[in-house]
């Protein structure tokens, strides 16, 4: 499959490396918008755009640009990757916290961008890993679970 662009400058190769994270990350956050239909956690409002169109330009658009400006500058040294990963947790991190004024925006991005670094090494074992994370991190937002029809 041809792309107009190729991100091998880091071996990584956009169709098998980012495009199966672009959509396990897809995957969860349409997951998640169905499963709390009847009650969000939080929703995307945005001033020109409504709840599900903020979400389909959120998945289809500003997660793959993420992932194509995170994973391929990934140093070898473990401090300078930290601070690489703690930069994008800081980024998201103000960026929702300034338009949905939560306090659990943090410990979400920290939980996002690992899940991505793992799916990266590791994608059938973060697969696994995040079916039962889902639950639990419902079950830590008071989510009622027998609101789901």
Not at 100 to 126: C, E, M, Q, S, W
Request: proline fraction near 6%; glycine fraction near 4%; aromatic fraction near 22%.
């Amino acid at each position: 499959m041809d792309y107009p662009f190729y991100l091998g400058f880091y071996g990584l190769d956009l169709e098998k490396k980012i495009v199966p994270i672009d959509f396990f990350m897809q995957d969860l956050c349409l997951f998640y918008e169905f499963l709390t239909k009847g009650y969000p956690l939080w929703r995307l409002d945005h001033p020109l755009l409504k709840n599900t169109y903020t979400v389909i330009v959120v998945s289809f658009i500003i997660f793959p640009a993420t992932l194509m400006l995170y994973l391929p500058y990934q140093d070898k040294k473990i401090y300078k990757r930290m601070g690489f990963y703690l930069l994008w947790v800081l980024i998201y991190s103000i960026i929702e916290f300034s338009q949905y004024k939560l306090g659990n925006v943090l410990l979400f991005d920290f939980g996002l961008f690992l899940a991505v670094r793992l799916h990266y090494k590791y994608p059938l074992i973060t697969d696994v890993i995040s079916v039962f994370t889902v639950p639990i991190v419902l079950a830590l937002f008071s989510f009622p679970f027998k609101s789901v029809s």
